[in-house]
């Protein structure tokens, strides 16, 4: 802890909208020896020091930080040195104030090693910090012991999501819908995410597609002694090669792209240094106001204060001279339901499902950039809901609960927009309407089932969107590289797991009775699956109907063979 005993290294946070550089954490090491920073912790931690090495810490990164290139600096600081009083709030502030910086450049990382036992007084103290125009960030949520209770009590600007849910997440279908979850209490709690450990291009596009806004990683930039400006344009090129499919059930959204944007209300608001006074003249101005939102001096929601119980706490006696002058944060309720403008509101449908019903009383708070936009009200939100799951019932088939045919002509319509080249594969069934007469509807309609599970079972949900027509009839928009080896997997998963629907006389015959279309009799095979497939390389097809008219020629052209795969051959002048 002598002077120059450490040295400084930081690593880039990107906004992923545009791949541009905004942040840098900055990181210690040790400027000599074989410690790592986590034993230097260690011992400092022992010798009961830790707070005197973090305040040195900071103070060699801020000295070090190109602030004019890097964006804000965020600085790790440990809870339990706030804790023990080894770092008091006005301390960590005259630290940062020496680099002449405004105090909104800095964002305070706190990490944890241990449970926090005193949730209040960490909050109390990091109150004070924010008070002076500095934000809070939760580190390492998801492993150790960032927790829900930490994330909710301290309301954190930022959460970092700790790597272990990050790293490989596009092969890790368990930790893609914990992430997917915390994006949505993210939303919930106007909290902007930060993916830690982003290192394969896979991982970002899946990340970029949750909605996540910020992400750091040795793909987007290592740890180096200068802060850096812009991501290679390699990776701009690379993490959008594909299109991805959402979700990754293999379905669309239940919705339309319809944003909390549409629910926003623009209403008065009124700032934290207020008094309930204000408050009062506030609500008299405008008698339709149900809740008033409360802000900070950044424009960033505090709270809400309900009409009804402001006028029932003001109305009790001598409560107007006690309350009056008083703080109007007094009478706020200090967990709003808050969404971004850009919130899907597929995902604000879950407040409808959540124990807590404010949002019909209060609202809710609408955020842009997690700063105060407007309002929304329940009965909008429900309103919209019900109007949009209505919409949504018309478009996907109801046996089998795929996207059917607008859903399926917008996502080629994506795809030729984009520019990205696929495979459009027409599925159908051989000879199922023998099938159907024979052993009746329900019986068919086990064996559509079994055709949509075994697609989606083999396609991959990322990339891969799997949609159904009607009837037997199934397109897959393949944009997998081993697209010819799902294919067939398909037929071959399908094939054997159909016979399990015939009676065992007409497995063991081979074949069905029945009558053909002009009503004769005649003996069909058993059902199986064939799949054409119609390469779409960039730039050969300009509409939706072109794609369909030759993935539906490719599945003819496969029944005509009697092959259980066909590929029709790319158009020669492309």
Known sequence: MRP??????????????????????????????????????????NAGRLGELETQAARTLVRAFDFDRGGRLLLNLSAHAILQGAL?????????????????????????????EDVGRLADALGYLRAAGIRIALDDFGNGHSNFELWHELGPEYVKLDRYLIHEIAQSPGRLSIVRALVQVADSLGTDLIAEGVEHVQDLAIIQDLGIRYAQGYLLGRPAERATEAVPDDLRLASREKLPVWPRSGRRSSFPKVTAAHLLIEAPFITDDASNFDAEQLFRQHPDLQALPVVDGDQRPLGLINRRVFNERMAVPFARELLGRKPCIKLMHASPIMADVAQNIDAMSEILLGEDQRYLSDGFIITRD?????????????????????????????????????????????????QQPFMAAYCDLNHFKPYNDQYGYFRGDRMIRLVASTLLRHAEPQWDFVGHVGGDDFVVLFQSDDWERRCRDMVGEFNAASLALFDESDRTRGVLEGEDRAGRYATFPLTTLTIGVAPASRGRFTTAEEVASQAAAAKRQAKRLNVGLHVLDADPGH
Do not use: C, K, W
């Not at 209505?390 to 859903?407: C, M, S, V």
């Open 88 to 116: 008091r709030p006005q301390q960590i502030i005259e630290s940062l104030q020496s680099a002449g910086r405004d105090l909104s450049r800095f964002v305070i990382e706190i990490t944890e090693r241990d449970i926090v």
């Open 4 to 45: 120059g005993g450490l040295r400084a290294v930081f690593q880039p946070i990107i906004h992923l909208e545009d791949l541009r550089v905004v942040a840098h954490e900055g990181l210690m090491r040790p400027a000599h020896g074989r410690l790592t920073p986590l034993q230097l912790l260690d011992i400092a931690r």
């Open 370 to 418: 997690g700063r105060y936009a407007g309002v929304g009200t329940g009965e909008a939100l429900v309103r919209r809901v019900t109007e949009l799951r209505i919409e949504a019932a018309r478009y996907a088939n109801p046996l089998t609960l795929l996207p059917g045919n607008i859903p399926i002509a917008e996502h080629i319509a994506r795809l030729i927009e984009a």
